[in-house]
């Protein structure tokens, strides 16, 4: 059984930053690829940023050179460092895993977090 657990929403100002954090538990060898998406009110959920385990990275274009994605794989931990936060990117941020490696066995499912908010208003 694979459980996320995200920390790090808040509130913050337009220009300001916020560190997000999102810690996988559970019996786990390895985790190919674990990521962010947003849903803001009325939106669909789209992609953030996305950090595989041979190290690449994928963001969302409104959020380049903003948003960094870093993870700890020792600890399968994924992180978001989220600077210059504008109004537009108030949304539930939610974390987001998959090709999780158990036991020997290669578990494809993706798993998601309960997902954490953050606001971005003056």
């Known amino acids: 059984q694979v459980q996320l657990v995200e920390s790090g929403g808040g509130l913050v100002q337009p220009g300001g930053s916020l560190r997000l954090s999102c810690a996988a538990s559970?019996?786990?060898?390895?985790?190919?690829?674990m990521g962010w998406y947003r849903q803001a009110p009325g939106k669909q959920r789209e992609l953030v940023a996305v950090?595989?385990?041979?190290?690449?990275?994928n963001y969302a274009d409104s959020v380049k050179d903003r948003f960094t994605i870093s993870r700890d794989s020792a600890k399968n931990t994924v992180f978001l460092q989220m600077n210059s936060l504008k109004p537009e990117d108030t949304a539930v941020y939610s974390c987001y895993v998959t090709g999780i490696v158990s036991g020997g066995v290669f578990d494809g499912s993706p798993y998601w977090g309960q997902g954490t908010q953050v606001t971005v208003s003056s």
């Open positions: 950090h595989t385990r041979t190290g690449s990275t």
């Open positions: 559970g019996s786990i060898s390895s985790i190919n690829v």
